[in-house]
């Protein structure tokens, strides 16, 4: 399988935590990775988690990864209007050479 | 620094036209891509390349067209047979054969068919 599914948006409050959550089909994925989207430009890389791991941490952004359940999260605390984007999740397998995206979440975030 | 360009920003398009829209990365990356993007459908690939003079067709390959003469570049040419070209443009690069870097993305063209 190839599908990649996000939910489409997420509301919160300035200095609420934020969670955007991603599932994808195919356990031979190896890495799973976070994108940011700003509006009107390309995607930057967050962070990526093996697909050994059930965590990772990274200042603000934590990474659950639940292999059984093909269930990724990315945990933003302290959510800031700066955070405001879309968030997509995105898997690569074995070869790499191509990767598997979900529709992207767009967060707002309020002040 | 390297990165990865993609011109002109914004781009508009008569009916009935071909455009080209340019892609050039520095990285030395052997695989390139093209995505479309379109308001809540997330990213579709149009084409990639894995290597020089080689190139496979994506998801939605249809009315575009694509040429790998030089690693560096991978321009996407958006033929009059493309029905709905009105999108944002998205090129990527990465090196091929398992990389922590994932894709680097350049910062995309706006395509507006008028």
């Known amino acids: 399988g190839e599908d990649v599914e996000q939910s489409l948006f997420l509301s919160v409050r300035e200095g609420d935590s934020s969670v955007i959550n991603c599932t994808y089909t195919?356990?031979?994925?190896?890495?799973l990775y976070w994108y940011k989207q700003e509006p009107g430009a390309g995607l930057q890389l967050l962070t990526y988690?093996?697909?050994?791991?059930d965590m990772k941490q990274d200042q603000r952004l934590t990474v659950l990864l639940n292999k059984k359940d093909k269930h990724l999260s990315l945990r933003i605390a302290d959510t800031q209007t700066g955070d405001s984007a879309i968030y997509f999740c995105?898997?690569?397998?074995?070869?790499?050479?191509?990767?598997?995206f979900g529709s992207g979440t767009k967060l707002n975030v309020k002040p | 620094d390297g990165g990865i360009t993609q011109s002109p920003k914004y781009l508009f398009r008569k009916e009935g036209q071909n455009v080209t829209l340019s892609c050039e990365q520095n990285l030395n990356h052997d695989a390139m891509y093209w995505y479309r993007q379109d308001p809540g459908q997330g990213l579709r690939l149009i084409y990639y390349?894995?290597?020089?003079?080689?190139?496979q067709k994506g998801d939605i390959a249809e009315g575009y067209s694509v040429s790998r003469e030089k690693k560096e570049s991978f321009p996407l040419t958006v033929t009059s047979a493309q029905k709905n070209p009105t999108a944002f443009y998205l090129c990527?690069?990465?090196?091929?054969?398992?990389?922590?870097?994932?894709?680097?993305f350049g910062s995309g063209t706006r395509l507006t068919v008028v």
């Open positions: 390349s894995q290597i020089v003079n080689d190139f």
């Open positions: 988690i093996f697909s050994n791991m």
């Open positions: 990527a690069s990465s090196r091929t054969g398992g990389n922590l870097d994932g894709y680097t």
């Open positions: 195919d356990s031979s994925s190896t890495y």
């Open positions: 995105a898997e690569g397998r074995a070869n790499f050479n191509k990767f598997y």
